[in-house]
């Protein structure tokens, strides 16, 4: 069973109307913060105010419970991709809605999935908010029904928010549940030769990282196999894929994990000629199929999952 904990250690980072106390946020904007907040079109309305806290995350549930006395109210979690874009996850008044986005460029933020407003819950009501992330999944759970959804893939960092408000409000109960071990999902032909790979470098490998490392041929439910495959590259953390033989089905797999931003690692055995061109612009790590070949491909494997687990 998951461990449970409680984010009491919150440190106000920016901004002046937020106090806390054991992980208890209370706002109470100024009489010109609050005029602000109700004629401006901005994110956070009146005094931007910035939390951190010393608990990181990047996979499990992150919840906390909002309770308002104005609908002109935005409440947000911080999260972060791996190439350390921000998203934000929560309620916005200038969006009118529930949303997960991301800022793209420094500037331009994309939302990315938004639904439902705070104007069809009562003011001074608890409302519920569930953030789940499962490798590159992050859904948005209000009073535990899913509104928002989106693939990308979370960094771990520091637990931060970002609110402001017209009016009065508190955000309090805030815990968060680590997630399962996280997932290397390997995308393979399957034949003697590539089980040798699999079996003596990349499961190993894979798992001394912390990951739990699965192949399709490895699945036993009753569902179709195409079905359990795109689920498992969305809930995994990376993807390692050997490319040597022409196979469909891998670059299938392989051209779905790039088009949702999944960390992926391309092996090639160096006896093949050209890559094919659509995966000749991606880093490859190639190697020779012999016992000293598997030992530099291991080392280059540890690199690279290091630089993604950084």
């Given at each position: 069973m998951s461990k449970i904990e409680m984010v009491k250690n919150l440190a106000v980072i920016s901004g002046n109307s937020a106090k806390v106390k054991d992980g208890h946020i209370q706002y109470i904007p100024s009489p010109v913060e609050a005029k602000r907040a109700e004629i401006e079109n901005t994110t956070f309305g009146g005094d931007r105010v910035k939390l951190r806290s010393d608990i990181h995350f990047n996979s499990g549930e992150l919840s906390f419970i909002l309770k308002c006395k104005s609908h002109e109210t935005s409440v947000m979690a911080i999260l972060f991709t791996i190439e350390g874009k921000e998203i934000n996850c929560g309620y916005s008044r200038k969006y009118k809605a529930f949303f997960i986005d991301l800022l793209e460029d420094g500037r331009d933020w994309k939302i990315l999935s938004s639904a439902g407003k705070l104007e069809d819950y009562d003011l001074d009501t608890e409302v519920h908010f569930k953030i789940c992330v499962k490798g590159s999944q992050i859904q948005l759970f209000i009073n535990n029904i899913l509104l928002c959804s989106a693939d990308i893939h979370v960094k771990d960092?520091?637990?931060?928010?970002?609110?402001?408000?017209?009016?009065?409000?508190?955000?309090?109960?805030?815990?968060?549940?680590?997630?399962?071990?996280?997932?290397?999902?390997?995308?393979?032909?399957?034949?003697?030769?590539?089980?040798?790979?699999?079996?003596?470098?990349?499961?190993?490998?894979?798992?001394?990282?912390?990951?739990?490392?699965?192949?399709?041929?490895?699945?036993?439910?009753?569902?179709?196999?195409?079905?359990?495959?795109?689920?498992?590259?969305?809930?995994?953390?990376?993807?390692?894929?050997?490319?040597?033989?022409?196979?469909?089905?891998?670059?299938?797999?392989?051209?779905?994990?790039?088009?949702?931003?999944?960390?992926?690692?391309?092996?090639?055995?160096?006896?093949?000629?050209?890559?094919?061109?659509?995966?000749?612009?991606?880093?490859?790590?190639?190697?020779?199929?012999?016992?000293?070949?598997?030992?530099?491909?291991?080392?280059?494997?540890?690199?690279?999952?290091?630089?993604?687990?950084?």
């Open positions: 960092s520091p637990i931060e928010f970002k609110m402001g408000s017209a009016g009065e409000f508190e955000v309090y109960n805030i815990t968060m549940k680590q997630g399962s071990k996280p997932s290397a999902f390997v995308v393979m032909q399957f034949s003697k030769e590539y089980n040798e790979l699999y079996d003596d470098v990349i499961r190993p490998v894979t798992e001394e990282f912390g990951f739990e490392c699965i192949r399709a041929d490895e699945y036993y439910s009753g569902t179709p196999i195409l079905n359990d495959i795109i689920r498992s590259i969305k809930e995994s953390s990376v993807v390692v894929a050997e490319i040597t033989p022409d196979n469909p089905n891998v670059f299938y797999e392989i051209g779905y994990s790039h088009a949702i931003g999944k960390p992926t690692i391309l092996l090639c055995d160096k006896v093949r000629g050209n890559l094919p061109f659509d995966v000749s612009g991606f880093r490859t790590l190639f190697y020779e199929n012999t016992i000293a070949g598997k030992k530099i491909v291991e080392n280059s494997l540890k690199k690279y999952l290091q630089n993604i687990c950084s």
